[in-house]
């Protein structure tokens, strides 16, 4: 497990006549090892613009992006899609990412994780054999099997229906609480963040920045029910501050666990 620590994060883009349009702008988050956070936020406010600097797939960014507890860090990311190479069956889409992934060990972790996610007998299917929620739980696998620090996921469950969706998130919240990487997880689905995340991080329309947070295990310790009162609650406390132009501040009667910051 590994922390993160960004301060004063700011990202712009060049536009056509020599202008800048700021798609983050002073971003400061610490994450504590094993914690899962998720990003809530609207379209275009900067949410995976973020995941791509953790990532270190964007490296053109101002501020500093740290993991202090490792040199060398684990990281996988999971996208909307599934993004399998089509021309290689499951098992071996799972044998691609690892170092060496020839021996009996290899092996027996790419038939663990097929079946810890669903998916054993699968092996020899190819992604278009797949339904788009078996291609993700193969994503997920893919990810996991690396062990990974830190995973970084990004709206990994918009595409698929909502049944198949909640059973995701459920499988997802057991593989964390087995392996405890830190997960960072973009999401504009409020319900869909308070379910999952020990913290919830709301981002305001561009240019991108932390308005407020909902300490959501202050309320809601693990495990939840997704038929539990509070979690609307909450996930409607999590809407207003979306609809406060510019993250004013808490509404009147926020629940415990709401912390505005500035």
């Known amino acids: 497990m590994t922390g993160v620590h960004i301060a004063h994060v700011t990202k712009s883009y060049l536009l056509p006549g020599g202008t800048r349009k700021h798609a983050l702008k002073g971003v400061d988050l610490d994450i504590a090892p094993g914690e899962f956070v998720c990003l809530l936020g609207p379209s275009g406010c900067g949410k995976s613009t973020l995941l791509n600097i953790l990532s270190g797939l ?32 499951v098992r071996n889409n799972l044998r691609f990412v690892l170092d060496d992934g020839r021996g009996s060990d290899a092996h027996q972790r790419i038939e663990g994780w097929l079946e810890r996610v669903g998916l054993a007998g699968y092996g020899d299917y190819y992604p278009s054999q797949l339904s788009v929620g078996m291609q ?28 198949t969706s909640l059973r995701m998130r459920m499988e997802l919240l057991d593989l964390w609480d087995q392996a405890r990487p830190t997960v960072v997880f973009v999401t504009h689905n409020p319900m869909e ?17 932390i308005s407020h947070e909902l300490l959501v295990n202050t309320e809601l310790p693990r495990p939840r029910d997704f038929e539990d009162q509070r979690l609307w609650q909450l996930s409607r406390e999590a809407v207003r501050h979306l609809m406060d132009d510019g993250g004013a501040g808490p509404s009147a009667g926020s629940p415990i666990g709401v912390v505005k910051t500035t």
């Open 136 to 163: 993700q739980r193969v994503s997920v696998a893919r990810a996991l099997i690396l062990e990974p620090e830190l995973l970084l996921m990004d709206e990994p469950f918009s595409s698929l229906d909502e049944l």
């Open 193 to 209: 963040a308070v379910y999952l995340a020990d913290r919830v991080v709301i981002m305001t329309t561009g240019p991108g920045r």
């Open 58 to 89: 964007d490296s053109e960014y101002e501020g500093v992006v740290a993991f202090p507890e490792t040199e060398r860090l684990r990281i996988s990311y999971i996208f909307q899609e599934a993004r399998l190479l089509p021309w290689m069956t």
